[in-house]
Antibody, heavy 119, light 107 residues
Framework: QVQLVESGGGLVKPGGSLRLSCAAS????????MSWIRQAPGKGLEWVSY????????NYADSVKGRFTISRDNAKNSLYLQMNSLRAEDTAVYYC????????????WGQGTLVTVSS | DIQMTQSPSSVSASVGDRVTITCRAS??????LAWYQQKPGKAPKLLIF???SLQSGVPSRFSGSGSGTDFTLSISSLQPEDFATYYC?????????FGPGTKVDIK
């Protein structure tokens, strides 16, 4: 069965950096676009970034462009999100997510990892 | 960016009721729309994609309709496990934006 397991969240000071990881299993990882989606405490969902299976295509929300970098290692079935220059408004649960074969809908989600940016 | 709105923001209903949630896009998105269910402390779950296609494993009491700018999610007979927050999401243009959510709670 498909599993996505995030790690790397935690408490970081404003201006700091953090790297999230997502370990995927149960499907051919390189065949799928993957994404990071976040949800601030008690708030709605925000699509942060996506990357194509072959790593050719990426995109970022304006709110993180220039600060966050998505990457993947298909040999390790892993997705990453490097987050730099973190701000208080980046505080959220970050979900690793798989895009469906149909298109940009998420058919599988990880359990999420909490990132808290606070001094 | 395409803005997504949902109405109502919350609805109180009883087991067995029919519930309808509306989602509107700020510009036409054809049928590039998905619906999700989220329960507290859990990740969202995909219910509907392509505006009206039922995701595998989702009960048939859930249905979606619409195209262009106006969409609906219907639950034909509300079950206890359906009390949750529901989000629509446009899949037409990046950033793929979500609606603000509709909370369905117990009357």
């Amino acid at each position: 069965q498909v599993q996505l397991v995030e790690s790397g969240g935690g408490l970081v000071k404003p201006g700091g950096s953090l790297r999230l990881s997502c370990a995927a299993s149960g499907f051919t990882f390189s065949d799928y676009y993957m994404s990071w989606i976040r949800q601030a405490p008690g708030k709605g969902l925000e699509w942060v970034s996506y990357m194509s299976g072959g790593r050719r295509y990426t995109n970022y929300a304006d709110s993180v462009k220039g600060r966050f970098t998505i990457s993947r290692d298909n040999a390790k079935n892993s997705l990453y999100l490097q987050m730099n220059s973190l701000r208080a408004e980046d505080t959220a649960v970050y979900y690793c997510a798989r895009l469906s074969s149909w298109g940009p809908a998420i058919d599988y989600w990880g359990q999420g990892t909490l990132v808290t940016v606070s001094s | 960016d395409i803005q997504m709105t949902q109405s109502p923001s919350s609805v109180s209903a009883s087991v067995g009721d029919r519930v309808t949630i509306t989602c509107r896009a700020s510009q036409g998105i054809s049928s590039w729309l998905a619906w999700y269910q989220q329960k507290p402390g859990k990740a969202p779950k995909l219910l509907i994609f392509a505006a009206s296609s039922l995701q595998s494993g989702v009960p048939s009491r859930f249905s979606g309709s619409g195209s262009g700018t106006d969409f609906t999610l219907s639950i034909s007979s509300l079950q206890p496990e359906d009390f949750a927050t529901y989000y629509c999401q446009q899949a037409s243009n990046f950033p793929f934006t979500f609606g603000p959510g509709t909370k369905v709670d117990i009357k």
